[in-house]
């Protein structure tokens, strides 16, 4: 089995080599005209974690470790700031124990010596939050970690209801390769997806890279199932009910503060067989906007809505700096979609967008490009490929003082080109004190019938060993212009410790009140993944 990096994005096997890391280095120097020093990574065998605190009792000890490897895994998620602090070897707090149920009852059983003992318990799907979401707090004479990874199967598929019983514990891939068998996908692909799991998605209100239409785990959820230290928590497996508050929305986005969710039956989808996508070029940012909001107004549910700034083009999509790109995808298992891309296209054009319709891809047969290969040629395949890989090239930068990471929110359509400007003013005004310049750009990820969920990437050159102080400035300062725009902390990146200053302003305070008497139930000496959301 793959061993898992405890710094950066990926498996051992997946960490940059010694080249790999110079050349970013020459990059990243001729971009900013400065002088760097490459390191290579960093050596497993230097880790040297604070011992063990606890120890698991003897009916639990074969579903336990404590080595330091695996302890440093478990300790932080992938944001920047975690990537900094494993590349330099600093775990001043990790786990004192990791946890791998291979079932509910020790699941239960886990939950009741954590509760018992006073011991922080905190639920870890694939690792790969951005925002300490499962990072252990501090206060605690022992601190848990319970890892799902146990709980990785596709139980039952109901083909009638086009729904399927599956564990929280599964990581994507594995999700994936069980239903395909039988024809099925969930249609959930984070880019996240190779080291996240299903309850993970659900705990975190995952958003898929599906633009539209059901691209959050919200909409997928049929009902859950969830072990908390004072019982079981399930929901009744239902299309829709107006019974009242959904258990179910209770669940969803509780980020391992009340339970840890050990399966959920969700709705699947036939695999898609017709396929259609296009690539079409914007003069400039704001064009490319409308043309996104009109698509989506117009609910032909476009797989994908993407629109790339002209800085986000060059970079991801090969293009020369100097237009907006929007990429337009359709799939579906049952109706060939050249007509829907076409319609969408029409739009596009109609709001100044210039594409040859030979770049119209179609492989349902219906026109165009039946090529087989919709959605991995030209500026679209050129754009998956770097979404793709894009989590491993930032292992390339560690240890060069390079400040880099991005932001996400979402905002109604009529805020949207202030939210744009005071974030991006934000963004570079920081940059340019703390950095001395820098590098602000944006991209639509999701686009609704009322509003754009837009995602900021920032990055200037800091000092080496200064990063972190330097990011905090930076990310104060564009989550205060977020929060004054009107829009959301985060769109689809949780809340985490990272965000819970801005969290505490955009929920209502009785809603918090009321969060805090659900924990007090479930949860009620408070164990379970403590200051996340509220103070325990």
Known sequence: MAKRSFWAWGHESDEPTVEQMKTAAVDIAERYNVDLTPVGPPNPADLSLRKPRISPPSSLADICASDDHDRAVHTYGRSFRDRIRAFNLDFPNPPDVVARPRNEQEVEALLEWCSSSGYAAIPFGGGSSTVAGFEPPEGYDGVVTIDLEGLDQVLEIDDVSRSARIQGGIYGPALEDQLRPHGFTLRHYPQSFEFSTLGGWIVTRSGGHYATNQTHIDDMVESVRMITPTGLWESRRLPGSGAGPSPDRIAIGSEGTLGIITEAWMRIQARPVFRA????????????????????????????????????????????????????????????????IRHAVDIARETGGTIDDANIRVSDGSGGNSDGDTGRQGS???????????????????????????????????????????????????????????????????????????YFTFEGMGRLGAELEMYDEIKKRASDAIMAAGGTITHHHAV?????????????????????????????????????????
């Open 496 to 536: 985490g410790r990272l965000h819970r200053p801005w969290y505490d302003q955009q929920r209502p305070e009785l809603f918090a009140q009321a969060l805090k008497a659900v924990k007090r139930t479930l949860d009620p000496n408070g164990v379970l993944n403590p200051g996340l959301l509220i103070d325990a």
């Open 277 to 340: 996508s296009a690539g079409v070029t914007f003069p400039t940012f704001a064009a490319g906007a409308e043309a996104a909001r009109r698509i989506v107004q117009t609910k032909l549910w476009p797989a994908n809505c993407r629109l790339l700034d002209p800085v986000e083009a060059a970079a991801a999509a090969g293009m020369d700096g100097s237009s907006a790109l929007l990429l337009l995808g359709f799939e579906s298992a049952e109706v060939p979609q050249g007509e829907l």
């Open 380 to 454: 679209v395949g050129a754009w998956r490929n770097s979404f793709l890989n894009a989590p491993y090239m930032k292992n390339h930068q560690a240890g060069l003082g390079f400040v880099t990471e991005t932001m996400e929110t979402a905002v109604t359509w009529d805020r949207w080109p202030n939210l744009d400007q005071t974030v991006r003013a934000a963004l570079q005004d920081a940059l340019n004190r703390v950095c001395g310049g820098g590098t602000v750009s944006c991209r639509f990820t999701h686009v609704y019938t009322d509003g754009p969920a837009p």
